[in-house]
């Protein structure tokens, strides 16, 4: 059975830095593409970095710079390392599989973390 | 960035009736576009990928259609469990998400 098990969520203050970590079971995480979606409580789904097969990583526009994707593959685990923190990061962070092994970084997510919460306050 | 357009913003109907969601790009996705339930405080669920197939264990009420820039998921027959919200998702450019439909009763 395919689960993501998230952690390492919590409360920040603006300008610091946390890791999340997803730790997989069921499937070798290194052979699907794997994402990180976040959603502030009660709006939206938002895309924020995805890593291909080939380790090719991709960030949404307001987290460049400041974020990073990352795997373990003898752990299968994804991190997201997040750097200077801002109000506006604060959100529910999903972690999320590809629904089919290929190449292609963009696509379907067939199965999610259960979010962890980023609060980004003074 | 490719833009999704979710109609309506919220849907009121019940159980036993038929609903019909819509999903509008800014430019084509061609057939790649999905679409997810999720219930408050779980996260999304993917009922259908690629325009019209069925995740796997989905119920074959739920139906998707569409190409190029125009979308629809149908359920044809509503259950209790089916009222959540509702997004749709395309994948031919990094992944943009609709803004949602509530379905309610």
């Known amino acids: 059975e395919v689960q993501l098990l998230q952690s390492g969520g919590g409360l920040v203050q603006p300008g610091g830095s946390l890791r999340l970590s997803c730790v997989a079971s069921?499937?070798?995480?290194?052979?699907?593409?794997m994402y990180w979606v976040r959603q502030i409580p009660g709006k939206g789904l938002q895309y924020v970095s995805g890593m291909s097969i080939s380790g090719n990583s991709y960030y949404a526009d307001a987290v460049k710079g400041r974020f990073t994707i990352s795997r373990d593959n003898l752990m299968n685990t994804l991190y997201l390392h997040m750097n200077n923190l801002r109000a506006e990061d604060t959100a529910l962070y999903y972690c999320?599989?590809?629904?089919?092994?290929?190449?292609?970084?963009?696509?379907?997510?067939?199965?999610w973390g259960q979010g962890i919460l980023v609060t980004v306050s003074s | 960035e490719i833009v999704l357009t979710q109609s309506p913003a919220t849907l009121s109907l019940s159980p036993g009736e038929r609903a019909t969601l819509s999903c509008w790009a800014s430019?084509?996705?061609?057939?790649?576009l999905a679409w997810y339930q999720q219930k408050t405080g779980q996260p999304p669920r993917l009922l259908i990928y690629d325009a019209s197939n069925r995740a796997t264990g989905i119920p074959d009420r739920f139906s998707g259609s569409g190409s190029g820039t125009d979308f629809t998921l149908t359920i044809s027959s509503l259950e209790p469990e089916d009222f959540a919200v509702y997004y749709c998702?395309?994948?031919?450019?990094?992944?943009?998400f609709g803004q949602g439909t509530k379905l309610e009763i």
């Open positions: 069921g499937f070798t995480l290194r052979t699907y593409a």
């Open positions: 998702q395309q994948r031919i450019d990094s992944p943009t």
């Open positions: 430019q084509s996705v061609s057939s790649y």
């Open positions: 999320a599989k590809r629904r089919d092994a290929s190449s292609n970084l963009w696509g379907h997510f067939d199965y």
